[in-house]
């Protein structure tokens, strides 16, 4: 399962440096794939010298409902190829095939359906292979990855997530209340007059008036 998910990732890898290439240029139609080498790694084998003179033709049938070849590229180095086409490809009927240096269908595997990927860019979607093909050097076109993946990495945006943004609570604000005075009459303290006595009046002595 890790080996295949490492293929996924170096053929995406590929192809998005195969559909930067086919950007430049002014052409009606382009159509981008990749190729892989199928035994490079038991052989002990370069996969630049495996891919040396293959070439990939696009075919697309005609009038009299056979297939004719309308262009045709070389592979690159690392597997990848892209082939420019004057005519528009959609509504069109066509696939592509790998042929050997000697301009010969490589045998071993089935044609490969052309699809579109974005506007005026077609993909190989690899076809069913069933051997690996001596004369062409075990090449194969290549297709690991599950073509709603295909689709999801190289035609859609990636959507970002939705993270809702968090409402702070509406908590009332605190009421303040002036604390009210206290009010504490004295307590009148009572003290009885003390009274005074003093020296008693002397009591009048009445003298009669003299007579003379």
């Known amino acids: 399962?890790?080996?295949?998910?490492?293929?996924?990732?170096?053929?995406?890898?590929?192809?998005?440096?195969?559909?930067?290439?086919?950007?430049?240029?002014?052409?009606?139609?382009?159509?981008?794939?990749?190729?892989?080498?199928?035994?490079?790694?038991?052989?002990?084998?370069?996969?630049?010298?495996?891919?040396k003179g293959l070439q990939v033709a696009i075919k697309c049938k005609n009038h009299n409902g056979e297939y004719e070849s309308k262009a045709a590229g070389e592979l690159q180095s690392s597997g990848a190829f892209s082939v420019p086409l004057a005519a528009d490809l959609h509504g069109a009927d066509c696939f592509a095939q790998l042929h050997s240096a000697a301009n010969?269908?490589?045998?071993?595997?089935?044609p490969s359906k052309i699809v579109p990927l974005t506007d005026g860019t077609f993909v190989a979607v690899a076809g069913k292979a069933h051997y690996p093909s001596a004369e062409c050097a075990s090449a194969f076109l290549c297709d690991p990855f599950h073509k709603k993946y295909f689709f999801d990495h190289f035609q859609k945006k990636p959507v970002p997530?939705?993270?809702?943004?968090?409402?702070?609570?509406?908590?009332?604000?605190?009421?303040?209340?002036?604390?009210?005075?206290?009010?504490?009459?004295?307590?009148?303290?009572?003290?009885?007059?003390?009274?005074?006595?003093?020296?008693p009046k002397s009591t009048p002595i009445y003298h009669p008036p003299v007579q003379h």
């Open 1 to 51: 399962m890790t080996g295949k998910m490492m293929l996924v990732g170096v053929c995406a890898a590929l192809m998005a440096v195969a559909v930067a290439g086919a950007a430049s240029g002014e052409t009606a139609s382009v159509v981008v794939g990749l190729a892989k080498c199928a035994d490079c790694t038991t052989k002990n084998m370069k996969a630049e010298a495996a891919f």
């Open 104 to 110: 010969a269908p490589c045998p071993g595997q089935e």
């Open 161 to 199: 997530e939705y993270h809702p943004v968090p409402v702070p609570e509406n908590k009332p604000a605190p009421e303040y209340h002036q604390p009210k005075p206290e009010y504490h009459p004295p307590t009148p303290e009572y003290h009885s007059p003390t009274p005074v006595y003093g020296q």
